[in-house]
């Protein structure tokens, strides 16, 4: 997955090469060398980076010193602020910091800047699944639908009746809550009720609610216009917000220009200007828009990057030559800063070049061959209702645009997802990562469908003992050439095969996790001298992916034991 960013540049905070304070043209993100970005999130001193292994990255704008990689692991999500940042772990942890706590942002209970994350234990037994930052305050939304929140409720932000800018600790805002819309610039939120409703609050000095008055709204009331129009898109911005409906037309509401309009407008209205252009992603940052069309290409419109017109017209970025026409498959705006987004990392292509061969399947859909249990997990569906709700209802193009994304996580026609995660009752399909499905299927015990036959070693017992070690077979063949060679020589049928490579079985386990979740994790148990032995040829034996680094990040895990 490749990023190219641009905007407010101050000490490389961008991660690119150019060092000017401001950068007008994307440029790609090269500081991070040998690592697959899979998130960016900005601030207005500094980015943070998420790489497809969990960790997270942070360039400081007021530090000339280089990317710096933090010590939290297994990272899932990441969310900022104006100065501040939330991350989520696989685990359930939630941790913050930044550059101001003046207010309680971090929700650390005191007003303490804290410049690398510190865990929250406040959430560890509630079992947080999203983490939502505000311009100067935080959400955190657990599995019970209880909806937390910290920092400035100065405008209405938490949705509590109680006017106060410095909400040290996380407290209880919202039951039965299903979804959270706002964003890095917002001092309003969203949320969608497990009943249904779509409920808004916060500032509103702009009109940026629409609900028809520029009255700040402290507790939650519902939107009309958001519950009566389906949306793909919610943006909720500092003093506009944008809502992307689900016949692709764009409505705004606030700030004049920046909301579609000349004047200030305090209820959603339709932007003109995209009436005959499609547009299959928005994203807002502060003070300024882009919207990525369906014909690959970007428009801008607000202020504060040099890129656009701050008079509010719409400009169409002339990007062409530093994206080399290459598909984009998403944007992302900063407060000072934008970024694009395109390609696969490893995972992503292993299972891409498993599409596309169709080894060790055992369905088709309209003529591709697929692999139900993998097709099941991902949509949510029984994989012959998705074969026939696909078949029935799309021609083999658009079939093939939405398995791309079942194996590679590509977005290519978000309007097109976006119809299918409805039907599918997918209700958050933009944050349903092929990596967050692998976690669930390597502890899916049931749906394994192979063996791999280990001997092991047993003193006490003069004959050979054999240990079975359940793997779902695609897997294997999508991330193991020696596996995909193996599979062509033996039956369909055939569910297990011994492994003759010699390798312990705590060896074969640490290497078969890693297949699902490009995760190691050891523990003090383990013969740490005889793993890191048997994985000197390990990636050569089995065949991985030249990218896959699976004994450099092995060593790495080990040395931060010592």
């Known amino acids: 997955m490749e990023w190219f960013a641009w905007g407010k540049n101050r000490n490389s905070c961008l991660g690119v090469k150019n060092s000017q304070s401001n950068v007008d043209y994307p440029e790609k993100v090269t500081q991070l060398e040998g690592v697959v970005i899979q998130d960016m999130v900005g601030a207005s001193y500094g980015s943070i980076f998420l790489d497809f292994e969990g960790n997270v990255h942070m360039k400081y704008e007021t530090e000339k010193a280089p990317l710096k990689k933090f010590d939290v692991e297994n990272v899932v999500m990441i969310s900022g602020g104006e100065n501040h940042f939330l991350l989520l772990t696989n685990k359930n942890q939630v941790y913050s910091w930044g550059r101001y706590n003046d207010n309680g942002r971090l929700g650390t209970g005191d007003t303490r800047v804290y410049k690398e994350p510190h865990h929250l234990s406040f959430f560890d037994d509630k079992n947080p699944i999203c983490v939502y930052c505000q311009q100067y305050s935080a959400m955190v939304l657990c599995e019970n639908n209880d909806l937390y929140g910290f920092g400035e409720n100065g405008r209405g932000e938490l949705g509590t009746e109680k006017k106060n800018y410095s909400q040290l600790d996380p407290i209880l805002i919202m039951k039965n809550v299903k979804e959270v819309y706002t964003s890095r610039a917002a001092h309003c939120a969203c949320e969608l009720l497990m009943n249904g409703k779509y409920v808004i609050h916060g500032s509103n000095s702009n009109g940026q609610l629409g609900i028809g008055n ?33 016949n692709n037309i764009l409505y705004g509401t606030g700030e004049a220009n920046k909301c579609g309009s000349t004047q200030a407008l305090s209820n959603f209205q339709r932007f003109n200007f995209f009436e005959n252009i499609a547009i299959k992603q928005i994203d807002i940052g502060y003070g300024f828009s882009m919207a990525l069309t369906e014909e690959n290409t970007i428009y801008a419109w607000g202020s504060v990057s040099n ?107 978000l309007v097109l997802l976006q119809e299918i995660w409805l039907k599918f009752g997918i209700t958050d399909g933009l944050n349903k990562t092929l990596r967050k499905d692998l976690v669930l299927l390597y502890n899916d015990e049931d749906s394994k469908d192979f063996n791999i036959i280990a001997k092991y070693e047993d003193d006490e017992e003069e004959e050979e003992e054999y240990e079975e070690i359940p793997i779902h077979k695609f897997v294997l063949c999508a991330r193991s050439g020696l596996f995909r060679r193996m599979f062509k020589d033996i039956t369909q049928e055939s569910n297990s095969v011994k492994d003759f490579s010699g390798k312990s079985i705590e060896s074969l386990e640490i290497l078969f996790k890693w297949l699902y979740l490009n995760d190691i994790e050891l523990t003090a148990d383990d013969d740490i001298a005889m793993i890191q032995e048997e994985f000197e040829d390990i990636e050569e034996y089995y065949q991985l992916h030249e990218n896959s680094n699976l004994k450099y990040k092995l060593n790495t895990y080990i040395n931060k034991m010592k």
Not at 220 to 245: A, H, M, V, W
């Open 214 to 246: 520029r009255s700040d709204q402290f507790l939650p009331i519902e939107s009309k216009f958001i519950n009566k129009t389906p949306f793909r898109q919610l943006k909720l911005g500092y003093t506009f917000s944008l809502l992307l409906d689900s």
């Open 307 to 413: 890129s656009f017109d701050q008079t509010g017209h719409y400009i169409k970025l002339p990007f062409e030559e530093q994206l080399q026409n290459k598909p984009i498959t998403g944007i992302k705006c900063g407060f000072f800063y934008s970024g694009i987004l395109k390609s696969s990392g490893v995972i992503e292509t292993d299972f891409g070049n498993l599409l596309k061969s169709g080894q060790c399947s055992d369905l088709t859909i309209s003529g591709i061959p697929v692999h139900s249990t993998f097709v099941q997990l991902r949509c949510g569906t029984k994989a012959e209702q998705v074969k026939k709700l696909l078949e029935e209802n799309y021609n083999k193009d658009k079939i093939e645009l939405v398995l791309k994304w079942v194996y590679t996580n590509q977005i290519v026609d």
